[in-house]
């Protein structure tokens, strides 16, 4: 069964700082792996999506890679903004199921 | 396209009553998602749906819960009897079928059973 994790669960930096979350997924057999950014009170927005045969994606300030063999994917935030603050899901669909798996989420705050 | 439309936004109901949440999928996606969010437990598949057929309902935690998909334009998520821990926000998502394309989730159905 595929699980996700990411770290950190909380992050809080100044604006204008690059900053990474991490999420790592422990069945390598993933298919795709999809960025989502929540606000509260609000759904999912989907930010990133990598098919199974890449490894990154890029929109604007953001940028995520993926590496199967090590079970890991990142998501790079380029000189963060106060309207960045969201909670940022990673979701794996792989092994089989056709559904995606959900790691808890970075919950990210940045501070004016 | 209006994206994936779910109603009520929010539900408030008695313990014991039944509830009916609703879910429009974007036209063209073949493939229906309900998912359950709480705090202790995050994102939660609860059941999915391919071509209006149930195909994986392992994640729907009692018989209270079901699901149905009469045509490929709607979806109901029924909980009978609700109860207290029922509580939670609950998502609906679609997508093209096919290992390549990526989740468009509704903006959910926040629940309360009181």
């Known amino acids: 069964k595929q699980e996700v994790t990411q770290i950190p669960a909380a992050l809080s930096v100044p604006e204008g700082e690059n900053l990474v979350l991490n999420c790592s997924f422990t069945?390598?057999?993933?298919?795709?792996l999809q960025w989502f950014r929540q606000d509260p009170g609000k759904g999912l927005t989907s930010l990133l999506l990598?098919?199974?045969?890449?490894r990154e994606q890029t929109s604007g300030r953001l940028n995520a890679s993926l590496d199967k063999s090590s079970g890991r994917s990142t998501l790079y935030i380029a000189a963060s903004q106060p309207g960045d603050s969201a909670t940022y899901l990673c979701?794996?669909?792989?092994?089989?199921?056709?559904?995606?798996?959900f790691g808890k989420g970075t919950h990210l705050i940045i501070q004016p | 396209d209006a994206g994936v439309i779910q109603s009520p936004r929010h539900e408030v109901t008695e313990m014991g009553q039944e509830v009916t949440l609703r879910c429009k999928p974007i036209?063209?996606?073949?493939?229906l998602f309900w998912y359950r969010q709480t705090m202790m437990r995050g994102l939660e598949l609860l059941i999915y749906?391919?071509?209006?057929?149930?195909?994986?309902d392992s994640g729907m935690p009692e018989d209270r819960f079901s699901a149905k998909m009469p045509n490929a334009s709607f979806s109901t998520l029924k909980i009978q009897p609700s109860e207290p821990r029922d509580s939670a926000v609950y998502f609906c998502?679609?997508?093209?079928?096919?290992?390549?394309?990526?989740?468009?989730f509704g903006s959910g159905t926040r629940l309360t059973v009181v």
């Open positions: 998502a679609s997508r093209e079928t096919g290992i390549n394309y990526g989740y468009t």
């Open positions: 979701a794996g669909q792989g092994g089989g199921a056709d559904g995606l798996t």
């Open positions: 036209s063209g996606h073949n493939s």
């Open positions: 069945d390598s057999a993933i298919y795709n």
């Open positions: 990598i098919q199974s045969s890449q």
């Open positions: 749906f391919n071509n209006n057929v149930p195909i994986d």
